[in-house]
């Protein structure tokens, strides 16, 4: 059995995250550190559910984060997830080691792009309320957004634009993502199923947003939390264009946040009779 599951909330939680919902880490465990510092948190029960699930299953975290963050997660670090994927797909990684085949396909796909990242990417940060550029990956820029000056009208034409150049462009909250449209999170699932040996069909998947739908609308159980990205498609939000196939069929959790990934894990747990937990 093939379980996937976003990173960032939908798994764990940051300190900054908790603290806009009004809640307090208190109580919850570590289980991420940044200079030797915790940054983001799961209940004891839920951690306890996800190691007896890596135990059970074939375990993929599917993220937007690159290596170096994702590895800050102590069960990442420690190998328990035999797949990591990371930064929306681009890069795979089988117990530790790249997926070179993988690797060969992406390259080739970014190398046939008719616009180059560097030229897009000055698009973007040329748009009001930019900031800056957060990160640039060999596939991606990240860029903070400052909301009071940000222009929905300007993003939406010039998104349109860049995916025509086969780029997608995509806010989520104070941050814009810049990455291939060629690839996602869907198509680095149904390859690690094709290792594997079995059909995407076939997994559980858990995630949060739109950045997790492709390979949520590939699995036979979609789980999902309430108060998500994905409960609130439609609104303002925007997170999907017109012609963009909604995501339908997700399991919600009843509970948000840190208690609604305890939920959706000891659910699992309870439907596989893991009692090791």
Not at 36 to 49: D, I, K, N, Q, W
Not at 170 to 190: F, N, S, V
Not at 206 to 230: E, M, N, Q, T, V
Request: proline share 5%; aromatic share 8%.
């Amino acid at each position: 059995m093939i379980i996937t599951a976003d990173l960032d909330d939908t798994l764990i939680f940051s300190a900054r995250r908790l603290a806009a919902a009004g809640l307090s880490p208190a109580g919850a465990v570590p289980v991420e550190y940044k200079d030797g510092e915790p940054v983001a948190y799961m209940t004891a029960p839920a951690l306890a559910a996800l190691r007896a699930l890596q135990r059970r299953a074939v375990f993929v975290i599917n993220t937007l984060r690159g290596e170096e963050q994702a590895r800050r997660v102590v069960f990442i670090r420690d190998g328990g997830c035999r797949y990591l994927c990371c930064q929306n797909g681009l890069y795979i990684y089988r117990d530790g080691a790249p997926d070179a085949g993988w690797g060969k396909a992406v390259a080739q796909a970014a190398a046939a792009l008719p616009l180059r990242l560097e030229v897009a990417a000055a698009w973007v940060r040329a748009l009001p309320g930019v900031l800056l550029l957060s990160r640039r990956y060999e596939y991606m820029a990240v860029f903070f957004v400052e909301p009071a000056e940000f222009s929905a009208a300007l993003y939406l034409e010039l998104r349109r634009d860049l995916a025509r150049l086969g780029w997608r462009l995509q806010r989520q909250r104070r941050k814009l993502y810049l990455l291939p449209l060629a690839i996602d999170k869907g198509l680095a699932l149904l390859h690690i199923c094709g290792q594997e040996g079995s059909g995407g069909q076939g997994a559980v998947g858990i995630g949060d947003s739109y950045f997790d739908w492709p390979f949520l609308a590939l699995c036979r159980r979609r789980l999902s939390l309430a108060g998500s990205s994905l409960a609130a498609t439609g609104t303002k939000d925007g997170e999907f264009a017109p012609d963009e196939t909604k995501p339908s069929g997700i399991e919600f959790s009843r509970r948000p946040l840190l208690a609604g990934t305890e939920e959706l894990l000891l659910r699992l747990c309870h439907e596989m009779d893991l009692e090791d937990l």
